[in-house]
Structure formats: C-alpha cells, structure tokens
T-cell receptor, first 111, second 114 residues
C-alpha cells in the first residue's frame, strides 16, 4: 500500500514533442505528490508538486495531471527539449512521514 | 544559501568493512533524510532524523544506522558491508514538516563495495 508505481522505465521523445510519465499509488492518505528531476552526477531536484485538492498544476512547460478517484497522476512535458533529458521520479507522501518514490523514468529527447 | 553537502563523494570499501557517510543540511533545515539509489530499485528511503531523533525508518536491515547532531548535521553508518550495498547514497534536508516539504538533495556519496 506504500508503493508508487511509475511507468515507463525509459522514454524517447523527439524534440518539440510531448513527454508523458505516469504514476499510480494506493494509499489514499497521501496528500502531497511531487516530481523530481535528476541529471547525471547530481542529486534529484524538485520540479513541480501537487496536492489532491486540484486536478492540474502547470508551471511553464511542465504540467501535473491528478486523478484522485483513479489514484493516478502524471507529468506532461510540452515542447520537450534536449535539456529535459534526465531521470524523473514521481513521489507521494503525507505530513511528517517519509516520501515514497517511484523507480524513475529515464527520458531522452532526440535533437 | 549553501546547498546540502555530502562527504566523501566517492568511497571504495571491501566486504565486511564498515563505512560512515556525512551530510550537512541547508542552514535552518532540521529534517535530514537518507536514501539509497540503485539502477534497479530507484530511490529507497533509509531513515529520517528530526531534532536528533529518528522520526521515520525504511525497510533496511539493522546494519544501516544513522544519527543527527545538535547542529542538524547527520551521519549514516553501514556495518559489515555487502556487495549489494554498492549504491549512491543521497542525503536530503527539509524544513520541519518532512514529507510534505521540498526535499533538497545533496550530490550523493558513491559507495563501491568490492
């Protein structure tokens, strides 16, 4: 019940295309859903996060879509650029508790 | 504001040895979490310390331990190293709310067990 399942494991997208990464969770007590981006040789960094009281959050080219009834959320990267090539982790947590991360998606944007 | 620092950045040990990793959080952050990152398992939570007390713990054996000092700096220790302990160990600091606050990660310590 504490798992966060992330797919796909790897993704190749043409420059200018839309990258979509999906995650699913089981614990309905989770109330915070962040996405982290990690470049080689660096630690993960927060990209965007959402709470379950909204269905969508957009920051620039990055959008989280959240479906509370389906217990799923996804990251959409519009107009994907080579600089977006990185590993992306979805996660879920609740206050004062640990964060549960998905296993990551390695995204490669073709120039 | 200085970021999270971890030392050392690279370590090579042999099976059976023990190792201590260090993490200095961002100034003002009182929560420090540790994660193990491997290609197959992604980011796995080890433990979290807040105000020198372990607040949350992941599903790792007792060979993995940690502590936090009064200045919020944290150390983790792995005893009796096994080949499977080879991984990138990441430390993250955050404000007191822990799970629902932004985690600021350090660059990690790459541990290789031979």
């Amino acid at each position: 019940q504490q798992q966060v399942k992330q797919s796909p494991q790897s993704l190749i997208v043409q420059k200018g295309g839309i990258s979509i990464i999906n995650c699913a969770y089981e614990n309905t007590a989770f109330d915070y859903f962040p996405w982290y981006q990690q470049f080689p040789g660096k630690g993960p960094a927060l990209l965007i996060a959402i709470r379950p009281d909204v269905s969508e959050k957009k920051e620039g080219r990055f959008t989280i879509s959240f479906n509370k009834s389906a217990k799923q959320f996804s990251l959409h990267i519009m107009d994907s650029q080579p600089g977006d090539s990185a590993t992306y982790f979805c996660a879920a947590s609740m206050r004062d508790d640990k964060i549960i991360f998905g296993k990551g998606t390695r995204l490669h944007i073709l120039p | 504001k200085a970021g999270v620092t971890q030392t050392p950045r690279y370590l090579i040990k042999t099976r059976g040895q023990q190792v201590t990793l260090s993490c200095s959080p961002i100034s003002g952050h009182r929560s420090v979490s540790w994660y193990q990152q491997t290609p197959g398992q992604g980011l796995q939570f080890l433990f979290e310390y807040f105000s020198e007390t372990q607040r949350n713990k992941g599903n790792f054996p007792g060979r993995f331990s940690g502590r936090q000092f009064s200045n919020s700096r944290s150390e983790m220790n792995v005893s009796t190293l096994e080949l499977g302990d080879s991984a990138l160990y990441l430390c993250a600091s955050s404000l007191p709310s822990g799970g629902t606050d932004t985690q600021y990660f350090g660059p990690g310590t790459r541990l290789t067990v031979l």
